[in-house]
């Protein structure tokens, strides 16, 4: 960070900037017809297999989520590593999806190769980078330069990627209505951002947290596990993810005060999932509700609420549901004196040394 510009001046402007992002990239791909003619190219009737690492196995996982809700087709999202490490693992047939913002990372570098060359499968790369290896070994890609970050964290690339993948599956499922909805997104979120902040904010500056739960289901999992990255990545704190109804089996025993307890409430399992919401709050801990209407359980249990107040469908809510934990992170980063644009330990993408 040179000596004039503010912690986080990139990470926080990334942020801001993704529902006009989204916005760029849906019309570009609009305007070439791309996904169109790549659904034609892509296989028919096998699972989809999504592949990605760090955000952008977590993107994977919300990516499979969607496809199989959109299209009615089976769909996985596994870690590059665990292709790399446990081949037999792969389910075949298939249609490989590999995700990764930089284009760089060595273990989907290795796994392009191996799917491409070794198993003559002909995969489909997702990517923000300009000119990578990446695209030059995928048979099939999605470019969205618009979409990089010069931070480390991935914000803004994460949420592109996803609606572009969540395009693909509407051009698949046939669904020209869901087109039409991410059309309208980036107009519906654009104005609730400084509520989100203001939430957020208040919550930070409210008390500091020992440790932080995301809790998910369905599509929002994958949300919950990649809010409790960015929380890990830019504020250096312990945060941890589960299905919502999965932390009833043991891991609700951490709850206290000093746990920030976030629920990334859907539709779907709403009732089910507002029930654990009320149970935890019974337990003690601090609870932030993430949800787009609210009703008398949420206001009496959660602490804090974000409402995104979207008049689009579940799915196409599912990109937007990660803002705030990027914004809890961002703040919390902030108060603890460290610069989200910096992460500890963290480059923006991770090359392994050939051996
Ligand atoms: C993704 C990634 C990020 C992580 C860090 C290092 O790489 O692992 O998830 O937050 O920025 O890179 P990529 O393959 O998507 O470029």
Redesign the pocket.
């Known amino acids: 960070m040179n000596e004039n510009s503010a912690a986080g001046v990139n990470t926080i402007a990334e942020i801001l900037s993704e529902p006009a992002t989204w916005k760029s990239c849906l019309e570009a791909l609009d305007k070439t017809g791309e996904l169109k003619s790549l659904n034609e190219k892509l296989l028919k009737n096998v699972e989809y297999v999504f592949v990605?690492?760090?955000?952008?196995f977590y993107l994977a996982q919300a990516a499979a989520a969607s496809w199989s809700i959109l299209t009615g087709e089976k769909a996985r999202a596994i870690p590059a590593s665990e292709i790399m490490l446990f081949p037999q693992l792969f389910p075949l047939p298939c249609q490989p999806v590999l995700?990764?913002?930089?284009?760089?990372?060595s273990e989907?570098l290795q796994v392009a190769e191996y799917l491409e060359r070794k198993l003559k499968l002909r995969t489909l790369a997702i990517t923000c980078g300009k000119d990578t290896p990446f695209e030059k070994i995928a048979s099939h890609r999605i470019k969205l330069l618009a979409a990089d970050e010069k931070s480390?964290?991935?914000t803004r690339s994460f949420t592109s990627m996803l609606l572009a993948l969540q395009a693909l599956a509407a051009e698949r499922g046939q669904r020209e209505d869901f087109l039409k909805v991410l059309g309208a997104l980036p107009g519906q979120v654009a104005p609730r951002l400084n509520d989100m902040q203001v939430t957020v904010r208040s919550l930070v500056d409210s008390r500091a947290y020992a440790d932080y739960v995301f809790l998910g289901q369905g599509p929002f999992f994958g949300v919950a596990q990649e809010s409790m990255?960015k929380v890990k990545?830019m504020s250096c704190s312990y945060a941890q993810c589960f299905h919502t109804l999965e932390f009833r089996h043991g891991p609700k025993a951490i709850v206290s005060p000093e746990t920030l307890i976030t629920f990334i409430i859907s539709e779907t399992g709403f009732a089910a999932e507002v029930q654990v919401l009320e149970e935890i709050k019974k337990l003690g801990g601090t609870t932030l509700a993430i949800s787009n209407g609210s009703n008398s359980t949420i206001r009496r249990a959660a602490d804090y609420s974000v409402e995104l107040s979207l008049d689009v469908p579940e799915s196409a809510r599912v990109g937007a549901s990660v803002i705030p934990g990027q914004l809890l992170g961002f703040y919390t980063g902030i108060k603890k004196g460290l610069n989200p644009d910096e992460p500890r330990n963290?480059?923006?993408?991770?090359m392994l040394e050939t051996k």
């Open positions: 990605g690492c760090g955000s952008s995700i990764s913002r930089s284009g760089y990372t989907v480390t964290v991935m990255l990545e963290l480059s923006r993408v991770v």
